[in-house]
């Protein structure tokens, strides 16, 4: 496999694909032999190794890079929420062109929440009583 550039690995995961359009790994082999009938050939374990190589990396850069915003991106944030505290977070995020879970974070770093307000009725004196004879109907 030292033969092989980065290019021809990148032409490698290319060919094995994405989601629901993957290849098997003796697909790939045959057909990066047909684009590269020079090279000597390549194993199914040479595919196995790049891809394990590409996936670990993968992860390694989503671990790595935090998704951190900007002081000025977290001031518009809090300044759009004291003009309007009643604008629920998907609409700020699209206003602001960032990601819901990034305005949801910047809330709980200021100690805030989101919350949805649910109007209730207000409890009278007389529920208990209706209550107690409700019950008492279903009993019977």
Known sequence: MVYLTEMHKITIL???GYRDRT???????????EKYP????ISQGSVSKIEKQFRERRRQ???????????????DIMLMLEEN?????????????ISQSSILRVLTENRM????LVP???????????RILFCEQMMQ
């Not at 505290?85 to 062109?97: D, G, I, K, M």
């Not at 209730?120 to 209706?130: G, P, S, V, W």
């Open 14 to 16: 290319q060919t094995i």
């Open 23 to 33: 290849r098997t790994q003796t697909e790939v082999v045959r057909l990066f032999q």
């Open 38 to 41: 020079e090279l000597p050939p």
């Open 61 to 75: 850069l989503k671990k790595n890079t935090p998704n951190k915003l900007s002081d000025d991106q977290k001031l």
């Open 85 to 97: 505290p009643h604008t629920p977070s998907p609409q700020t995020a699209s206003a602001l062109n």
């Open 113 to 116: 929440h989101p919350y949805k």
């Open 120 to 130: 209730t009725k207000e409890l009278a004196e007389d529920n208990f009583d209706r």
